[in-house]
């Protein structure tokens, strides 16, 4: 296992999609412009990156150009398939693109019980030499971890990080400390859902699986390094300026929204989502960029 | 429009897939069966079927095997993927292959809004020519139909019918009445989850999509017959008997449970689901067979 450490801010970029293709360039854009703000690390093919809808070549071709354009930062890359099969073919391949770390969620079709979950882990764990990530988002795969599952997976080799969805900010610290308590020592414990980062950082999560900053990376660097250097009332400010945006995610989901945000800052040609996705409406569209323009990021 | 009708048994065969492939042969067997015990139509590439594991040539096959084994039986054949794209590339092949009719569910990775489904459907009946059937299983697609958003599409083109969900027995009455209501008159109800087909048959109901029936079909079609025929009592009567097959099917999930009868039956070899899936354990294993036994459907 190579020492990626998952730790800090992970911007995740979209990979914009039409039916005609993706737009490799507008990765490699997001991709550096995130480095410049300072993330820690990129998160290609999350959620926000659309692995799911992508095939194994499109999924080569976003790593490489995430790869390339972070010039150094590392990348992680996202592995998740319906069949095993699939996956271990995406984790060959990331690892040869130069992906640092694999994120890996138990996509399905069928409900999958606890056993196919961690038999899903345990034979990608013991095919990968670079670290994975149990990516925890019950919304997208219709799987529900319980923390003893959570340290089941986490004591198998390879396995370093788990990425949790979001509760109410009012648990949060509640919530990381059971978590903490149950996972093997030294497991990084990231969040994702961005309005559910700063209460969780505060609360002593290691890491933000962010989709805000794949397109506005300057707010989110600033937020986590506010609560990784303990200035918690700062870190939550900061949040709550961006409250307007995080209820369009809440609402429309982020993935819609933050499409919209690149086609409106010109990153990439709309539609930039494939179909059956459709992006925002155009009521929705004038919220989103009224509010970008009082939060000052678009002119 | 051709003239397919979905009222009746469908058949629905399991697609045994291993990691190192599907067996075409053992789907040919299980429809062979199907026709010779008088179902009125199989469902080749259902949920059963596993649609979502199997890419597109496999596809294909399945499709171009269950044709060539139903011999004028007509074969609908599932067509669902997370891309429009792909949904349109597997109704171009179905329809290649001689398919009669398209079941198609809204699988999600995203979660869908009603106006990105009711755009899928309209995006694939505009082009097809084969009848669609819209196959509501939230189990396994993440999504929920209302009884507007079914109304809406079977006001399309080539939209003829509608599979729904079970619902509890004692329910089936209102749920069948209240979608009738609902939807474009002549549009078929079909149900799902066998359990429910007797109560929804007798309840008004005009077709069971049936998982026991790719395996089992000589119950299914007993209580098809008594339920259409306006036998309610001896159709609930014989639901009642494969009680104990229905508690495994709602406890396993119908698709392991079956898999592993097919193992049993000798109709394919194990294991026979894909790769994160796995059979019953050992303990179900038996339990299953001692339950087939004890209906005189194994020797």
Not at 143 to 158: C, Q, V
Not at 216 to 236: H, K, N, Q, W
């Amino acid at each position: 296992m190579n020492s990626f450490d998952f730790r800090g801010l992970s911007a995740f970029p979209l990979t914009p999609t039409s039916e005609a293709g993706i737009d490799e360039r507008a990765v490699a854009i997001m991709v550096e412009r995130a480095v410049r703000a300072g993330v820690d690390s990129i998160g290609a093919l999350g959620s926000t990156g659309g692995y799911a809808y992508l095939d194994r070549e499109q999924r080569r071709r976003v790593t490489r150009a995430a790869v390339n354009a972070a010039a150094g930062t590392p990348v992680m890359a996202g592995i998740g398939a319906l069949r095993t099969l699939h996956v271990r073919q995406y984790a060959d391949d990331a690892q040869a693109e130069g992906a640092a770390a694999v994120p890996l969620a138990p996509v399905s079709y069928q409900r999958l019980t606890d056993d196919e979950v961690f038999g899903l882990y345990e034979d990608i764990s013991a095919a990968v030499s670079v670290p994975i990530c149990v990516y925890d988002n019950p919304a997208t795969t219709g799987f529900a971890f319980s923390d003893e599952l959570h340290a089941a997976i986490t004591g198998l080799p390879n396995v370093a990080a788990v990425k949790i969805p979001p509760a109410p900010a009012e648990d949060a610290a509640e919530r990381i400390t059971a978590l903490r308590n149950a996972l093997r020592p030294g497991t990084v414990i990231g969040v994702s859902g961005d309005w559910f980062a700063a209460p969780a950082l505060n609360a002593g999560a290691d890491a933000w699986f962010s989709v805000v900053a794949g397109v506005f990376p300057g707010y989110a660097v600033a937020i986590t390094r506010a609560a990784l250097d303990g200035a918690e009332s700062e870190a939550s400010r900061l949040s709550a300026e961006l409250e307007p945006l995080w209820a369009l995610f809440r609402r429309h989901g982020s993935l819609r929204v933050m499409a919209a945000a690149g086609e409106l800052l010109g990153l990439t040609a709309g539609p930039s989502l494939p179909r059956p996705l459709r992006g925002l409406d155009q009521d929705a569209r004038h919220t989103l960029e009224d509010t970008l323009r009082r939060l000052g990021l678009l002119r």
